[in-house]
């Protein structure tokens, strides 16, 4: 019989780790290990806590902020703390970077992790990649990158040996889940679209780094906006090319791209198509990352287009499953 690895999730109890437990309750090759939560958890049952920080959500934000109901693939156990993961456990890691150092604590442990915490996410020691393009996985210690560049370095890696000359300008709009359980203030978060720049979340200068490590050729201004809306970020992106590239091309890559196989993890869309009415169901559960919208101003020189990312998905959960299948497997 083919037996399903455990993995233990650092950070279970948060918004990206219940999506992790939702996804690994039915995954055919992994399984559930440890749910690790902070000292406020420890002790307590998963459902319990799960329950109390979902309603907690859509008290806040109201009923529109969709919750995520518990799900019956999950056996239900008890939070633990960070001591009970064994040595050499297989490790997802979905922690705030000022939980981060525990993550070195289980790395001298022997376990293999795979974090999308902030944490040493810069350090060129640790090897930080994006399940869909291309890296080698260096040690036992890997991380994956921001939600907001994950959708954006899918999106420019198959066109990205175009642009090496050229400026980009790209403008996130990122929902409320981006934050996590943390609540915005509802008077700012309800009717606005609020500037990151200069917010204690220092996401521009975090996306900029992160693409500047994962497509080391382009030149990238990232301005960041938080938007009334639950789950899913959309990315404005301009390539300023002053006549040196034509949409044809770009949209020619593209496709190449994705006639090359699923793994790529984008869908191109006619410009006024809605994301919700294409047909790949893969996009309905939030793995892809489509890119649409697309203009072309010649008279100006730039080429723009819209990126949608499922934060919580392919920006977090997911990619760090599909992280696992790689790493997970060699070790
Ligand atoms: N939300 C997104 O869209 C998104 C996307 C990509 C990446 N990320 C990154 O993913 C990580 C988690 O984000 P999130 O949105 O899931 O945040 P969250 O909802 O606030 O969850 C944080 C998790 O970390 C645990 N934790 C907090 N402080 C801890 C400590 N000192 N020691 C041990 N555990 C601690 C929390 O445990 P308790 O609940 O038990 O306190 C919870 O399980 C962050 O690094 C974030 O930047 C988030």
Redesign the pocket.
Known sequence: MNQRRPVSI????????RHLAAMLSTHPRFSIGQL??????VGRDYPA?WGE?ETTLTTHYGEWYPALPYPESIPSQV?VG?SDIPDGALVVS??????GP?EDRLAAQKCTIIS???YRRMDPALTLTIPGIPSTLVGNYVKIP??ATIGIALALYPISHLLKTLPLSVSTYQSL??????RYPKDLAIGNVFPLRHSSEDTEARIQGELRRILPDLTVSVSCYRTPTPVGHLIDVSLFHQGRLSIDTVITQWMTHIAQGNSCGIYLTHADQHPQSLPDSSIDQGMTVVIGNIADHQDAGIIRFTVVVN??IR??AGSLILALDSVGNST
């Open positions: 650092f950070g279970a109890t948060g918004q990206v780790g690790v939560g902070s000292p406020s958890s806590v920080k939070v960070l979905s922690v705030p970077e000022r939980a525990d999308n915490s902030p921001n939600c889940s981006g934050r996590g359980d943390a934060n919580l920006g977090a």
